[in-house]
């Protein structure tokens, strides 16, 4: 079992920048693929960023790839997104999920165990 917190949300202007944190429970972390998604409202959750269990291997959206970077601290039991170059679009509920196979996967159906969630607004 794995119990997943995040942190890091809250609001920012345009322009500005967000580091999400994701501290995880359990000693093994290290052998899960982590994923970050995002759900605004009335639209589906999404999948932002993604990073096997080494962190050698990563995926981004197209709407964010070049703004977020998805990072993990094995030792730390944490998955991080930092986000810069925000803009309105962005605001959402931001999750994060772990996968027990430790690959880098992008169907949200995958993963196993999810967050409560964090929300990310962005003023114009």
């Known amino acids: 079992q794995v119990q997943l917190v995040e942190s890091g949300g809250g609001l920012v202007q345009a322009g500005g920048s967000l580091r999400l944190s994701c501290a995880a429970s359990g000693r093994t972390f290290s052998r899960y693929g982590m994923g970050w998604f995002r759900q605004a409202p009335g639209k589906e959750r999404e999948l932002v960023a993604a990073?096997?269990?080494?962190?050698?291997?990563?995926y981004y959206a197209d709407s964010v790839k070049g703004r977020f970077t998805i990072s993990r601290d094995n030792a730390k039991n944490t998955v991080y997104l930092q986000m810069n170059s925000l803009k309105p679009e962005d605001t959402a509920v931001y999750y994060c999920?772990?996968?027990?196979?430790?690959?880098?996967?992008?169907?949200?159906?995958?993963?196993?165990?999810w967050g409560q969630g964090t929300q990310v607004t962005v003023s114009s």
């Open positions: 990073i096997n269990w080494s962190g050698d291997r990563t």
């Open positions: 999920a772990a996968d027990s196979g430790g690959w880098l996967v992008k169907d949200k159906s995958r993963y196993d165990y």
